[in-house]
């Protein structure tokens, strides 16, 4: 389980403990509904406490989900360590976090159109002690900030893009990354169709695909089928009560894209894009491979290959 840094849920808590925890429910049982119904986050955040509800609710999840995708981008370009880093579309700056436990060194710009959501990044990276950081009131749409980034991260962000803004935004964060770009978006058959859609036009644009896919061909998996892999991550007394529930976890279901600049890296030979099924005597596998979609069986009798198929994930790299 990837849990916030302790640094960073005692900040939010300190922060929330200065106001009522029930004010915060409300507002974070809000939010949850507006994002189920897929509206944006300015149309629900608009005070500190909507923020707080944010980080108390949401940022648990979206750090573990960004967080796995950054070990899959440190397993495929074992060598890259970018200096800077931009997070766009940061709120409160969960990716950021996220990059500075791999990165501890880099230079954190996170840049987000919601003032309320900086504030709060503000306040918890002075908290935790995060100070290499640059705050930038922007807009995806818009933005230009004349440099480039060794990494440019966007996380849950550009699927409040409408349709016709995305492809513009993945471009310009594209021209901003002089290394490496990490989309995370919610693991729906919507944002995972918008994610295939940018994958295609930054191949256009010179990328190279490092995860989660081994191959720059066309997605071989077929509608109702979507790709998307699941982190768990527990949940502290507090993101339960934002939560209303009292399961002591819970998954987050997430889809990513990881396009690096030629020479960075290189993908894997295969990706387990589905829960594996194990019995006594087989481990069933379905691999998307350079040549499509497989499905591999690997039997008990094979003794070596069957002690590394059974620690198989979902989502790992083979
Ligand atoms: C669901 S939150 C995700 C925040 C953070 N990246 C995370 O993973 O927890 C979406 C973020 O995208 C920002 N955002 C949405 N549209 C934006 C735009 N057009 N320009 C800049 N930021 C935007 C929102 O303000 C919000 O901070």
Sequence with gaps: ??????????????????????GLAASAATMSEHYRQRGASRQVIGGAGDALAYALSRMPATYAAVSAVLDELQARAPGFTPETVLDAGAGPGTASWAVAEVFADALLTLMDHNREFLTLAEAISGDGGNARVELIENDLGRFELGRRFGLVTCAYALTELGDTALLAAAERLWRHCDGALLIVEPGRPRDYQRLLAMRRRLIELGGRVLAPCP?????????????????????????????????????????????????????????????PEENKFSVSLAVCGPEGLESRVVMSRDKAAFKAAKKLEWGDAI
Aim: aromatic content about 6%.
């Design 215 to 275: 191959h720059k061909a066309e997605c071989p998996l077929i509608e109702p089928d979507w790709c998307h892999f699941s982190v768990r991550l527990s949940r502290t007394r507090d993101h339960m009560r934002m939560k209303g529930g009292t399961l002591g976890y819970e998954d987050e279901k997430f889809s990513y894209l990881v396009v690096a600049r030629p020479g960075i890296g290189a993908p894997a030979a295969g990706r387990v894009i589905r829960r």
């Design 1 to 22: 389980m990837t849990d916030l840094p302790p640094a960073l849920s005692d900040a939010i808590r300190r922060l929330a403990d200065g106001l009522g925890r029930k």
